[in-house]
């Protein structure tokens, strides 16, 4: 049981850090399509509530709104944006890869059986 539970705890840490991460590039967003369109602020909100949840294209608005909007530099634009972004794909694809190998001890762990349904659990000393 205990790999689940970690799996549980990780998973809901990566929806928040997405969460977290999506509105950091919502102000970025919306405050560059204010700059650089002209945009009112409804329009610019719903706007950047669209691109911010792409996730490829709301991370370079991102980037280019917090760089040319606010000023920040570059190297913090791409590590606040890009770097959690990356840590969400490597902690995704390291969970499913868990899991694989968790249903697999599971799969191998239960004997076949003539039951529909699967087999019955091996006894282990």
């Known amino acids: 049981m205990f790999p689940y539970q970690l799996l549980s705890i990780v998973y809901w ?5 997405y969460v977290a991460l999506g509105f950091f590039q919502l102000g ?3 405050a560059a399509l204010q700059l650089w369109f002209g945009l009112s602020w409804t329009l610019a909100l719903v706007s950047s509530l669209y691109l911010t949840w792409l996730p490829v294209v709301g991370t370079v608005a ?8 606010f000023g920040w530099p570059w190297l ?3 590590g606040l944006f890009a770097g959690p972004l990356f840590s969400i794909v490597t902690l995704a694809l390291l969970w499913a890869r868990i899991d694989r190998v968790a249903g ?10 003539s039951v529909q349904g699967g087999g019955e659990p091996i006894e282990t000393a």
């Open 62 to 69: 991102g980037i280019l709104g917090a760089h040319m909007v």
């Open 104 to 113: 697999l001890k599971r799969e191998f762990m239960t004997e076949p059986s």
């Open 13 to 17: 840490v990566l929806v928040l850090s």
């Open 76 to 78: 913090a634009t791409i």
């Open 28 to 30: 970025a967003i919306m």
